[in-house]
Structures are given as C-alpha cells and as structure tokens.
C-alpha cells in the first residue's frame, strides 16, 4: 500500500510529542537501601569487630601459654671433695640435677636460660670451711646480682652459707653461679646447690 503524506506528518507528530515529555522518573529507592555513609559505618563497626575479636582470640592464647608455662629446677654439684681453689673465677657446673621441669638449666654448662619471660626466684647455697675462703656470685647474663661469702679460718672447719633474689628475666636471659678465684666449696654429700623457678610468667 502506498504512505500518504497525511499519514507521514501524523506519525511525525504523534513522535515528536512523545520525545517532548520527561523522562520516566527513577524509581525511589526501598526503606531497606542503605545509603553509602550508613555502608561505610556498617563496615566500621564490622572492622571494630573484627578486631576485638582477634585481641580477645591473642588474649585467650597468652592465658593458655601462662597456664603451661611450668620452670622449676633444682641441682647439686655432684663432684667428690673441694672444688677450688682456681686462679681465675669459675662457673660452677651442677652436674647432679634433681629435678628440670620445662629443661631451663644446662647441667653440662651450670647456667639457667629462660625459656619464657617472666619473674623468677633463684637460690643457691653452699657448704666450705676451714682455711681456704669461700665466695659465690650469683650473675643475670654479665651482672653481678647479689652475693655470698665466708672468710676463712683454722678454728672453725665447716661453714655453710648462701643468698636468694627474684629477679624479672626476658626470654633467653641466663642465669648462673660463679666461684670466685682463689676459693672453694664443697662438692659432696648434696651440700652445694644451685635452685630456681618460675613464679608466674609476664
């Protein structure tokens, strides 16, 4: 069939009219849409969240770590007779070891390594005598902690003596006993010891 030109300038204007209108408004966002700031402090609080979770999660394992942080030990020097006089000052090996819960002590060393840091006690104690003095220094890596002593005599042939401290060690720290030059101990019959333990770890 054949387009009149009638027919054309109708669908023209019939076209021309539709494209003048607005168009479609959008449709209107639900009550259930979150905005881009109510998002972004969504995920904040998500975050802090996630955060607390993972302290109280660190939190948890350090009281467990605590829980079996178990140190204790106790040696005796185990060697027949005097030990000393030496020219020089020496460490003094316990070799004899009683008791070594969480194996902190080295009895082929004589020195105590913490194996977790925390507050420790420590004792050691010592039988001498007669005329040859006696001193024990008591050392946390290279400084001197505290000390023990007697002075030599020819009337009096047994002397015991010794000293403790608490003292704060880091992971690592060693711990041991010295004997000063040009003295002795004793080292038979359990009588010279060397003690330490963990009081509650940090």
Avoid at 169 to 183: E, I, P, Q
Wanted: proline share 4%; aromatic share 16%; glycine share 8%.
């Amino acid at each position: 069939s054949v387009i009149t030109h009638q027919q054309l300038f109708f669908c023209y204007t019939v076209s021309a009219s539709y494209f003048k209108e607005d168009p479609p408004p959008r449709p209107s966002c639900p009550a259930a849409c979150v905005s881009r700031s109510d998002f972004n402090e969504l995920q904040k609080k998500l975050d802090q969240l996630d955060a607390k979770l993972k302290e109280n999660i660190e939190i948890t394992e350090d009281l467990k770590r605590r829980a079996n942080s178990k140190v204790a030990f106790t040696a005796v020097l185990g060697r027949t007779g005097r030990v000393g006089p030496f020219k020089t000052d020496r460490f003094l090996v316990y070799k004899r070891v009683i008791t070594n819960l969480g194996h902190g002590y080295n009895p082929k060393t004589g020195i105590f390594t913490a194996p977790f840091a925390g507050f420790y006690y420590f004792a050691f104690f010592y039988h001498a005598g007669g005329e040859c003095e006696s001193i024990l220094y008591l050392y946390r890596n290279y400084q001197l902690i505290v000390m023990s002593s007697d002075h030599d005599t020819r009337h009096d042939h047994a002397d015991n003596g010794g000293n403790s401290v608490v003292l704060y060690l880091g992971k690592g720290d060693r711990v041991y006993v010295c004997l000063a030059a040009n003295t002795h101990v004793w080292g038979s019959f359990y009588h010279t010891t060397f003690t330490g333990f963990l009081l509650y770890p940090h």
